[in-house]
């Protein structure tokens, strides 16, 4: 859902109108602190009345040529905006061309510096936003904070988000990576610990995946002497956080998946090395939120001065480097 929300966002920025997400629950009031004093769920007395227009925003042959040659400003003759998406628009769609110059007024882009393409202008967006979106409510700060304490604690932090989909999985679903997709995650680890001396007494392997069997067949992969080079949240067990997959547990499994899945987000973007599953937009955001770091806006310092007492980022004297297990590699290495 958060795709849904960068879209919502741009939408706002860029054609100055009030937007409303509908979305099947309101999750993100209930995990996450507003960073707008003016954003509000759709029950709230703030919800648009009146003057609306509303769009079923889904990434169409016919939908995308236009986003490519009109501004979303006239898409509308309507003060608000009702939007339903699971999709980001900022992802491909963002023309420089149309939307470059207000990039810049609103400070997403340098004053000056060459015109980015199409990624790179949304990549820019994505980097302002997602810290700003991305703020958990303090009870969940507090417990990402927590865990980032105790890998900061053991050196080098080297991420790794598997979803390997399919019967081993913890909820059925259609194969994603599969399950010898381990090993491959397995070899990227150590070759990146041999290429720069790191071992269980001076880095940790932070694991977030959607199987506690991939959880299992890593840590034995990966055992070493003293102490367990593994680590992964145990506050919450695994699980879906997309409604969809898992509307068949009750309310308090659910909510047991969405902390898990948002801790483990929040923790992955901490990673030094960062492992992500390609295909996975889970695994893609984990790496945008590592690789925000680069951008020079302060998130923490601007949600502080909106009234916001805890933070998951923190400075970082280096910035992460990212690289993902491609769906064709684990394949051609289930194949031999």
């Known amino acids: ?30 995990f996450f602190t507003p960073p707008f004093p003016n954003m509000s769920g759709r029950n709230s007395v703030a919800t648009l009345k009146g003057n609306f227009s509303t769009w079923d925003y ?26 339903t998406t699971y999709s980001d628009v900022t992802a491909r769609f963002l023309s420089p ?5 207000a990039m810049r007024a609103i400070g997403v882009l340098p004053a000056q510096g060459p015109t980015p393409k199409n990624s790179k202008l949304g990549e820019a967006f994505r980097s302002a936003v997602l810290p700003l979106l991305m703020a958990p409510n303090p ?31 913890n909820y059925p679903e259609r194969m994603f990576l599969g399950p010898k997709a381990v090993a491959v995650f397995a070899e990227k680890v150590q070759a990146y610990a041999r290429r720069n001396g790191l071992h269980s007494g001076n880095s940790v392997v932070f694991v977030s995946t959607d199987s506690d069997f991939a959880l299992q067949a890593l840590s ?8 367990a080079w593994v680590y992964s949240v145990k506050d919450w067990e695994i699980g879906h956080s997309a409604v969809g997959k898992s509307q068949g547990f009750g309310d308090k499994k659910r909510e047991s998946f ?5 801790v483990d987000l929040m ?26 770091y680069r951008y020079p806006m302060n998130a923490s310092a601007f949600l502080a001065s909106k009234g916001l007492t805890c933070s998951v980022f923190h400075p970082r004297e ?3 480097e990212a690289v993902y297990v491609s769906k064709y590699f684990a394949k051609k290495k289930k194949k031999k």
């Open 1 to 30: 859902m958060i795709r849904g929300y960068l879209t919502a966002f741009v939408v706002a920025i860029l054609t100055n109108r009030g937007v409303q997400v509908k979305a099947p629950r309101e999750f993100f009031f209930k």
């Open 258 to 262: 969405m902390n898990r899945a948002i």
């Open 220 to 227: 034995g992969l990966l055992q070493a002497p003293g102490e």
């Open 318 to 320: 280096r910035f992460g």
């Open 139 to 169: 009870q969940l700060c507090h417990v990402v904070n927590k865990h980032i304490r105790a890998l900061r604690s053991r050196g080098t932090v080297i991420g790794v988000q598997m979803r390997l989909g399919g019967e081993k999985a």
């Open 267 to 292: 923790v992955l973007k901490e990673s030094d090395f960062l492992i992500y599953s390609q295909g996975s937009s889970y695994g893609l955001i984990a790496a945008e939120l590592q690789q925000a």
């Open 58 to 83: 889904f990434p169409k042959q016919g939908t995308i040529q236009r986003l490519k040659s009109e501004h979303l400003a006239h898409w509308w003759n309507t003060s608000g905006v009702v939007i």
């Open 97 to 101: 061309a149309l939307y470059a110059g």
